[in-house]
């Protein structure tokens, strides 16, 4: 099956610091990918949708500003949240789709603790 | 917006049936996906449904009314290692996955 990738896998930053995340296709072209937030004991968060050479799409409520996504090729893109803050503190996970594919592929996540 | 609901939390005893329903309001449908997450862990994928009826895969099976917004997953044979998350998400018209706040499937010895 088609294999997603994050890294890292656990990050520590201090408040005011930026971090990026990388989300790697390893056996298919993705055209799509997304990236999503999830708190403890909820659900995932869709916070924006990024295709390949253009800008991502952010959903409501997300500052496109903060967090920055850039699909720069097939297989990579990546979020880097800038000026990181405790409330930023959050399981990240991305998930990668090619155009003829209804499934969405899950990267293993990332766990970023701001503190 | 979207409305999923599931229940929150179900348990079971080891080596029963657990059927986690899951209905749905959404702008258009493109499929609906079941999903199992272990804690700290990205969701994998058990089932995408998207005609009416059962889906059979193993210990896990699916199934879909479109026009109930309904949907269940049955897991069989339960085993400890099946304790996790359970996630329905639908494919509505914009194909931006929408899921539901999971239901917490906890089995006992």
């Known amino acids: 099956g088609a294999v997603v990738s994050q890294h890292p896998s656990r990050v520590i930053c201090k408040s005011g610091t930026s971090v990026k995340i990388e989300c790697r296709s390893l056996?298919?072209?993705?055209?799509?990918m997304f990236w999503y937030r999830q708190f403890p004991k909820q659900s995932l968060m869709l916070m924006a949708t990024s295709n390949e050479g253009s800008k991502a799409t952010y959903e409501q409520g997300v500052e496109k500003d903060k967090f920055l996504i850039n699909h720069a090729s097939l297989t990579l893109s990546t979020l880097t949240v800038t000026s990181a803050h405790p409330e930023d503190s959050s399981f990240y996970i991305c998930?990668?789709?090619?155009?003829?594919?209804?499934?969405?592929?899950f990267g293993p996540g990332t766990r970023l603790t701001v503190t | 917006g979207q409305n999923i609901d599931q229940p929150t939390e179900m348990t079971a005893t080891e080596g029963a049936i657990v059927q986690i329903n899951c209905t749905y309001q959404t702008s258009g449908f493109n499929g609906l996906f079941w999903y199992q997450q272990h804690a700290g862990e990205a969701p994998t994928f058990l089932s995408y449904n998207v005609l009416d009826g059962l889906e059979e895969k193993g210990r896990f099976s699916s199934f879909l009314s479109r026009s109930k917004g309904y949907s269940y997953l049955l897991l069989k044979e339960l085993q400890m290692k099946d304790s996790a998350s359970y996630l329905c998400?639908?494919?509505?018209?914009?194909?931006?996955?929408?899921f539901g706040a999971g239901t917490t499937v906890t089995v006992r010895a």
């Open positions: 056996d298919f072209q993705a055209t799509t």
């Open positions: 998930s990668a789709k090619d155009t003829d594919d209804h499934e969405q592929y």
């Open positions: 998400a639908v494919l509505p018209n914009d194909y931006k996955l929408s």
